[in-house]
């Protein structure tokens, strides 16, 4: 009688404490879980949906695995920078740097083909096609929201999208504390991935306006070339390859004909080089416009430009040598996506534009490795990889927000090419709980999406091991509505605009949007 009211206690601490710890770590599920989040986990161990880092199985048991931001870690660290990072998933950075030669390696080249991901290449492309036989399948993830703004930044910083400040496209941001009868700039909608990083909402760029803020509250974190450029002396001769270098004209990969220009590079190019007047060397290749998507020029025109880039990532490799210099060069391409978001994935166009790649990046090789030009084999690493993968939305998996979810909300962050398929919604002050019940009487949009918090999406470390950074969390809003099917929301100019049409689209956890290739191979003797 003495003895059990005392064990008991003892059990009831220890139990308490062990919960404590599971709640501790950020992606560990917990008893006291929302339904949703308990949904989420389920579809995680059925691999229905895919984690961004953990591995779970049907028993429970859960591993890290490699991330887009590894490879990140990878590469700067190959180029002098971020030896000393430590943190959950270092250890498949390291593992990814080694392979990749590290600092001793004197030619490294990252192509990235935006959109490609692996489920892309398996539905076109033969197992014996030249990219599949290098492709490392089921090696590497996409960053969430699977979408290009957050992994080009994750690129770019060898952040998570918690932290790096950009984790999707039109950010609703918050200028300042409202006071009565005063003045106050109104919201922003942060959008990087344009000409001049832009309020969305007004036209506004952050550069030349006086009622926006400067690129440094956009960017939370900055890019690992800006610590290359402080090294005691740059040890690689860094090369930056894609449409948005500047030059004499060239079309944003996310904009429409009307919106090409000619002169310097975009705001995000520059900035992921590490600002004006950074000592790297970029080229500018052309691109295609969107008048061309579907007809035969299109693709066509895709695999001219992409044949161009590879031949000045080749120039580049051969410069560097004939300087005694080792290199990295950053190849990007924003296809096969532009075609996948006007077609869908199935569309044949996209065929010839994967089939061409797959030429040129075997050419790559042979070119690296003298067998077309009978020289001495370059000590050099390609690795071509992807930013996400894509799925096709049809007309009827298109959904509208009903009245009454509407009335609940400030802001909703939506849209038939991704935004839709993680969308950040911003209730109105005190609405939330009144969101969620709605919400769940809507039998289609329960259904097809798991409403989370932002707190509880964080806290199963879709966003990263961390919790975001406190600058980058409002613009998040109040809730994620992440797919479980290739159910998207859309707003209703959108849904008039593609009510007929097939679309590609990309953000959620499907496997198709999450597994990206990890196609390797290697020159070295």
Request: hydrophobic share 35%.
């Amino acid at each position: 009688k003495l003895i059990h009211p005392f064990i008991l206690t003892l059990f009831t601490f220890v139990a308490g404490l062990w919960r404590w710890k599971l709640k501790r770590c950020n992606w560990e599920e917990t008893k006291d879980e929302s339904p949703e989040v308990t949904r989420l986990s389920k579809l995680f161990r059925s691999s229905k949906l895919i984690h961004p880092f953990i591995l779970t199985n049907s028993v429970g048991s859960k591993k890290t695995v490699a991330n887009f931001r590894d490879l990140a870690i990878a590469c700067a660290q190959c180029c002098g920078v971020f030896e000393d990072v430590r943190d959950s998933t270092v250890s498949h950075s390291n593992e990814m740097a080694e392979l990749m030669g590290g600092t001793t390696r004197n030619h490294i080249i990252l192509i990235l083909c935006d959109g490609m991901g692996t489920s892309i290449l398996e539905k076109h492309l033969p197992k014996n096609s030249f990219v599949r036989r290098f492709n490392k399948a089921n090696v590497l993830r996409a960053v969430f929201p699977s979408t290009t703004p957050a992994a080009l930044t994750t690129l770019a910083t060898a952040e998570w999208p918690g932290q790096h400040g950009v984790p999707g496209w039109d950010l609703r941001e918050p200028r300042g504390c409202e006071y009565p009868g005063e003045s106050c700039p109104p919201h922003a909608q942060i959008r990087i991935l344009a000409d001049k990083i832009t309020d969305f909402k007004t036209g506004e760029t952050y550069t030349n306006s006086s009622s926006t803020s400067s690129m440094d509250d956009v960017f939370v974190s900055t890019p690992w070339a800006q610590k290359v450029r402080h090294l005691p002396k740059i040890k690689r001769k860094m090369v930056y390859i894609n449409a948005y270098n500047g030059g004499d004209s060239y079309c944003t990969g996310h904009q429409s004909e009307s919106s090409c220009r000619s002169g310097a590079a975009s705001d995000f190019s520059l900035w992921q080089m590490g600002g004006i007047n950074n000592p790297f060397e970029s080229v500018r290749i052309d691109e295609t416009v969107a008048s061309t998507l579907g007809k035969p020029e299109g693709s066509k025109k895709a695999v001219e430009c992409f044949s161009s880039a590879i031949d000045a990532a080749f120039a580049a490799v051969k410069e560097a040598e004939s300087q005694n210099r080792k290199s990295f060069v950053y190849l990007y391409t924003a296809h096969p996506d532009k075609h996948m978001h006007a077609l869908g994935t199935d569309d044949p166009e996209v065929r010839r534009v994967l089939e061409g790649f797959n030429s040129e990046i075997e050419r790559l090789k042979k070119n690296l490795s003298g067998e077309s030009t009978g020289n001495h084999p370059l000590d050099a690493t390609i690795i071509v990889t992807a930013d996400h993968g894509h799925v096709t939305v049809k007309p009827d998996e298109m959904i509208q927000l009903p009245q009454d979810i509407i009335e609940c909300l400030e802001y909703s962050n939506i849209g038939v090419h991704g935004k839709g398929r993680h969308g950040y919604l911003h209730c109105k002050n005190g609405l939330q709980t009144e969101l969620r019940k709605r919400w769940r009487k809507h039998k289609e949009l329960d259904a097809a999406f798991l409403l989370l918090t932002i707190e509880e999406a964080a806290s199963m470390g879709l966003f990263g091991p961390k919790a975001p950074n406190l600058k980058v969390r409002p613009r998040m809003g109040d809730f994620v509505a992440i797919a479980t099917s290739h159910a998207t929301l859309v707003s209703p100019g959108e849904f008039k605009k593609y009510h007929s049409q097939h679309q590609g689209a990309h953000g959620s956890l499907l496997p198709a949007e999450m597994n990206i290739p990890f196609i390797y191979f290697t020159t070295a003797t």
